[in-house]
């Protein structure tokens, strides 16, 4: 088993847990911890460090740094769908359905979004209730909202 190293982000929303190995990330998650310095990090972790920080100061909308996914088949094509959503828009569970091919699978994909351990690079806040609600984010709604408005604002200032 490949060693997994953890650094920690102090974002406007609190500490993100950043946890990976030598060759990538696979999991960005809020946790009730204080900055905690690691010793030893390889470079993937230092650069999703990096690539956090520019995407909460505006001067990043697409991750580039190397990922992977924990979970089911079905998980994993509804967290890759999660990356088609482009920055400060939002889709709705049922475009996630039927992006994946599960048209009738909204709780489903519901389920999997809610599962999704690679917080804000695979952008599950993104996704919305059909009837333009907030609905369900593992990091509370409000972190959701705030991450929501963040975007449309950083967007408007590029404009």
Known sequence: ?????????????GT???VGTAQAIFSI??????????DEVPPVLSECYNQLDEYFKGER???????YFEGTDFQKRVWGALTDV?????????????ATGYDKAVRAVGSANGK?????????????????TLT?????LWRKEW??????????DKS
Do not use: W
């Open 1 to 13: 088993m490949e060693k997994k190293y953890k650094l920690y982000y102090k974002s406007p929303l």
């Open 16 to 18: 993100l847990e950043i």
């Open 29 to 38: 998650v809020f946790v009730e911890k204080e900055n905690i310095v690691e």
């Open 61 to 67: 909308q697409e991750f580039t740094v190397p990922y």
């Open 86 to 98: 482009p920055y400060a828009q939002t889709v709705s569970y049922k475009d996630i359905a039927v």
């Open 116 to 132: 999704n351990k690679l917080s804000i690079i695979v952008p599950c806040h993104r996704i919305i209730g059909s009837n333009g």
């Open 136 to 140: 369900g984010y593992a990091g509370g």
């Open 147 to 156: 991450l929501l408005q963040h975007e449309q604002t950083m967007k408007k």
